[in-house]
């Protein structure tokens, strides 16, 4: 019996390896027809929020230098758009389940660009910070509603939540701006 | 007549060993439940990015690899140390990362073909152009999940 268990136990303990896969998940655009041109992009100017890396990894956040520590408040700023500043997103009066009229600023898109030789680090980088940004944003609406954190909510108040809140990030496809070296 | 016998050298018991079954089980299944199989051999060397606001995957069965990276030392030789790509078991271009998908999405149950995620497994050092042919390809043969995979960092430190 011992013997068994001890030929199993070595089996596992040789092909084990602990590690859990994580990472950030995202949704691409479905592809565009081949034959077609691109449809014009119809987005408000002030709707949208620009951010690129270049290759040496700067950011360049709506035509400003920027210290990725810093990004993570702008982005809040901007989808959270309190003051109804005419150069942040446009606010949206909505009814959602659960929370009632709400102003979102539900066509916000944050459009993330890079230079082909940026390096990966610094995009998941930049991502994170986005990713960062939303749950932030999120958290805090939770908290405030329901006194809990987004995580512990019930499904149909995240999705209320979500609503206020959608996560909106383009990822298009890059650009070779200052690459010329 | 009761004699109580009086032993003038005592032995130690011999140690218990009815009970080693159950221990060796505990970590048998211990080790059993915690086990992932690894999924390929690794041909390209891959560091993953670290992120903080990393989500678990959740569906493994239904997650499939693109690797990323410069070719590990053995291989060097015949591939050269250029960035390429792995898929499953064979380095590959991003001209076969279409057939490749399409093959695995066919392979599938129907029912989970539309839930099929694809993690870029990208070393950090990686230059994001193959990253944004390896995104196109994926775009392409409608494979749109995408989890860009990272390592948890515990203390952020970028503030």
Same mark, same amino acid.
């Given at each position: 019996m011992a013997d068994i268990a001890f030929l199993l136990?070595?089996?596992?303990?040789?092909?084990?390896? @602990?590690?859990?896969?994580?990472?950030?998940?995202?949704?691409?655009?479905?592809p565009l027809p081949p034959d077609q041109p691109v449809p014009p992009v119809d987005i408000n100017k002030r709707n949208l929020f620009v951010v690129k890396v270049n290759s040496m990894n700067q950011l360049m956040v709506q035509g400003e230098e920027m210290q990725l520590k810093d990004l993570r408040e702008k982005v809040k700023e901007f989808i959270k758009n309190e003051n109804d500043d005419p150069t942040m997103p446009v606010k949206?009066? @909505?009814?959602?389940?659960?929370?009632?009229? @709400?102003?979102?600023?539900?066509?916000?898109?944050?459009?993330?660009?890079?230079d082909v030789d940026t390096q990966y680090q610094a995009y998941i980088n930049v991502q994170n910070e986005l990713v960062a940004a939303y749950n932030e944003l999120r958290n805090e609406l939770s908290q405030q509603k329901f006194g809990k954190l987004f995580d512990d909510l019930a499904d149909d108040q995240k999705e209320a939540i979500q609503d206020v809140y959608p996560m909106k990030i383009s990822e298009a496809e890059p650009k070779n701006y200052g690459g010329a070296k | 007549m009761a004699q109580i016998r009086k032993d003038t050298e005592r032995e130690t018991p011999a140690l218990a060993t009815s009970s080693l079954p159950d221990i060796i089980f505990m970590f048998l299944f211990f080790f059993m439940a915690v086990t992932t199989m690894k999924e390929v051999t690794f041909k390209v060397r891959v560091m993953a990015p670290s992120a903080t606001e990393v989500t678990k995957l959740e569906n493994k069965s239904l997650t499939r690899y693109v690797y990323i990276g410069k070719p590990m030392e053995q291989y060097a030789k015949a591939f050269g140390s250029e960035t390429r790509i792995q898929l499953g078991d064979a380095f590959a271009d991003v001209g076969e990362l279409h057939e490749y998908i399409v093959a695995e999405r066919t392979a599938m149950n129907e029912n989970d073909q539309n839930l099929m995620t694809v993690a870029i497994k990208a070393d950090k050092n990686t230059k994001m152009g193959i990253v944004n042919d390896v995104k196109k390809a994926l775009r392409d043969a409608y494979a749109l999940k995408i989890v860009y995979s990272a390592s948890k960092k515990t203390a952020p430190t970028n503030r």
């Open positions: 136990l070595i089996f596992f303990l040789v092909t084990t390896s @602990m590690s859990t896969s994580t990472g950030l998940s995202r949704r691409l655009p479905p949206v009066r @909505m009814n959602i389940p659960l929370l009632g009229e @709400m102003e979102v600023t539900k066509d916000h898109v944050i459009s993330l660009q890079n | -």
